[in-house]
């Protein structure tokens, strides 16, 4: 049981009024969401990037949406007070509404979410609007959506040039105007998630959209430096925990090759 308050979502939308910044992390299991809750983070997000990060996929894509309800179970057995957002999977959303709503449904109700997050601007409204309709709580994704990472032609920042700037403003306010509490920013000029940021009357967290963003989110493995497939430009390593587990592997093989482990401490006489 956490110690704080669970975050709810009138207070995420004070934060962004009084200035305050809002933290989120991504989490797929029950242990890094107690950790995540212990150090006070707001948000937690079981996003698909569990594809890349824990099930060794090369993408997001294969992520299935019986993955996403077993990962953001795990979590929400830690009972975090954070706030937890799972990510709708690719194709779990798209081909219909009544799929949209089934699945945010599951996330909810199978998964124990307090809100659904998914990819895409102004196509998925009628989605977002019958998701909100269900009484479930939304967040957008907008930027670099790396669920169609193939039509984007790679991973690379988004909005550069003016006409695809306005896109992605119309596609913040389509949303907003469908129904999400807060809209997830990956990889935009920090100018553009400025304007979209102050523009727009819901939190908005950034990844790679520089730092007037309402809020900040980075993937566990990336920030703990768990992960080193790839390290994009906006990732900061906050630790080096792989090196850590590499010593303190090392080590157990050692003792257990050596003879010196088990010792009298940890046996039973
Ligand atoms: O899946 C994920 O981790 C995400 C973040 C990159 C925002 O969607």
């Given at each position: 049981m956490s110690s704080r308050a669970k975050v709810s979502l009138p207070q995420l939308r004070a934060m962004k009024e009084r200035g305050e910044k809002i933290t989120m992390v991504t989490a797929y299991d029950y242990s890094s969401a107690l950790l995540a809750d212990k150090a006070g983070i707001d948000m937690i997000l079981v996003g698909d990037s569990v594809g890349m990060v824990?099930?060794?996929?090369?993408?997001?894509?294969?992520?299935?949406m019986d993955d996403m309800v077993h990962h953001t179970k795990a979590v929400v057995r830690a009972n975090p007070a954070s706030f937890v957002v799972a990510d709708l999977p690719f194709m779990s959303y798209q081909a219909s509404i009544n799929d949209a709503v089934y699945n945010a449904g599951r996330l909810v109700k199978?998964?124990?979410?307090d809100a659904v997050k998914l990819e895409g601007g102004q196509e998925m409204v009628p989605a977002v609007k019958a998701i909100v309709n269900a009484g479930i709580p939304v967040v957008g994704h907008l930027g670099l959506t790396p669920q169609t990472v193939v039509q984007l032609g790679g991973y690379r920042v988004q909005g550069r040039d003016e006409a695809a700037a306005e896109k992605i403003m119309r596609d913040a306010k389509a949303l907003v105007d469908a129904g999400i509490f807060a809209l997830v920013l990956e990889c935009v000029p920090e100018q553009l998630a400025l304007k979209i940021t102050s523009e727009l009357p819901i939190p908005t967290i950034g990844i790679g959209a520089?730092?007037?963003?309402?809020g900040q989110v980075l993937v566990y493995h990336d920030l703990l430096g768990l992960f080193d497939r790839f390290k994009p430009k906006f990732v900061k390593r906050y630790a080096k925990l792989d090196e850590e587990i590499i010593q303190a592997l090392k080590k157990y093989r050692e003792e257990v090759r050596e003879g010196k482990f088990p010792d009298a401490e940890h046996s039973f006489k």
């Open positions: 824990v099930l060794g996929y090369d993408s997001t894509v294969p992520v299935t199978e998964g124990g979410a520089g730092s007037k963003c309402d």
